[in-house]
């Protein structure tokens, strides 16, 4: 999919310093930006994270630059009409990056998912920035874009696993009323009253003294499924009745308030690397993409090292890890439909 990846610091170094090709860049929120760079010989599609992973490690401030194999195709379409992606009968593995504010997310993904061939795995996250405003994040030669997804797709094969670690505090509940990804009602009641009730009894935080997504990056949502892991749901804020999540929640879905231990989250994306890596022989492996959430990151705080640690122990020594901290986070592991996660480690084994 990728044959090399790179880190710059200024969106200037990459006029002095990419050859000749296709790539894809991940650009670190705090990254002054303000042109499109352009380059004979070069083409691009990039998006904005809250951070970018390189080597292992964490950017607020940087690019990473993936140059794209020559059996690897790269494009960017507009979430409300999916159906413009036509894939290749012979693609194998697909990178997407959505916009992870678009209220489209799902149903993008559903009818995306329906086009893609049997054989076919996908990673994928949610791009935007940590002020969880809707902005124009995308972008290609020619201009940016908001509500559209980057998609890329090669030949070559891919390994993936999906874990999260959180586990249930309180719950089951019904979501009794949503619209898109607005919880209004929980059991009947105000969904905040509900989620406020059970934090406040479990912990010695208070809403009226502390950002609510302080709190929030400790108190996902799970949706309960049966003989399966939960799917997270991330709130990100509140007007004091509902609570607005990163991705979409369907009325009369079966809730659970969930809690994490950092040594819980640490040992299940260890799990998401041995997953991945599962039955790929040593010589094939190129490199290691890991989309990460960036509440896992702000949750895990001096701990998101050892999770990286974590990840690495699978792989040869010297494996690449690199990719960003993004806003939920897209798979079709274990043969499943395609699915948009949040507070969740989704690893893929070049």
């Given at each position: 999919?990728?044959?090399r990846i790179s880190f710059f610091k200024r969106i200037e170094d990459l006029n002095k310093k990419l050859e000749k090709g296709s790539y894809l860049l991940l650009i670190a929120e705090e990254t002054p930006f303000l042109d499109i760079p352009k380059h004979q010989d070069v083409s691009?599609?990039?998006a904005i994270f809250p951070r970018v992973i390189f080597k292992g490690k964490t950017y607020e401030k940087g690019i990473v630059a993936a140059k794209l194999s020559p059996t690897t195709s790269m494009q960017i379409v507009d979430m409300d009409t999916p159906r413009q992606f036509i894939p290749s009968p012979d693609t194998n593995s697909i990178f997407t990056i959505v916009d992870a504010f678009s209220t489209?997310?799902?149903?993008?993904?559903e009818e995306f998912y329906s086009q893609l061939p049997a054989k076919a795995k996908?990673?994928?996250?949610?791009a935007g920035t940590s002020n969880l405003i809707q902005e124009p994040i995308m972008f290609d030669m020619y201009r940016f874009y908001m509500n559209s997804a980057i998609i890329i797709t090669s030949t070559s094969s891919i390994g993936i696993g999906v874990k999260h670690g959180w586990k249930s505090l309180v719950g089951p509940f019904i979501a009794t009323n949503c619209h898109e990804n607005v919880v209004e009602k929980i059991n009947f009641k105000d969904a905040f009253s509900i989620y406020k009730e059970a934090i406040e009894k479990d912990s010695d935080l208070r809403f009226e003294n502390t950002p609510f997504f302080k709190i929030s990056?400790?108190?996902?949502?799970?949706i309960v499924r049966y003989n399966r892991d939960f799917i997270v749901r991330e709130p990100v804020t509140t007007d004091g009745k509902n609570i607005v999540l990163v991705g979409k929640l369907d009325s009369n879905s079966v809730l659970s308030i969930l809690k994490g231990e950092k040594e819980d989250l640490i040992k299940a994306a260890?799990?998401?690397a041995y997953i991945s890596r599962d039955g790929i022989e040593e010589e094939r492996i190129s490199s290691v993409l890991l989309v990460d959430c960036i509440s896992r990151f702000c949750f895990l705080?001096?701990?998101?090292?050892?999770?990286v640690k974590a990840i690495a122990k699978p792989y040869?020594?010297?494996?690449?890890i690199w990719g960003m901290l993004s806003l939920g986070e897209i798979a079709n592991a274990n043969q499943e439909g395609i699915e948009f996660y949040n507070n969740t480690c989704v690893v893929g084994t070049l």
């Open positions: 999919m990728f044959e691009m599609c990039g489209q997310i799902d149903d993008f993904l996908l990673i994928g996250g949610g990056q400790r108190y996902p949502l799970g260890q799990e998401a705080d001096n701990e998101f090292k050892q999770e040869p020594k010297e494996t690449m």
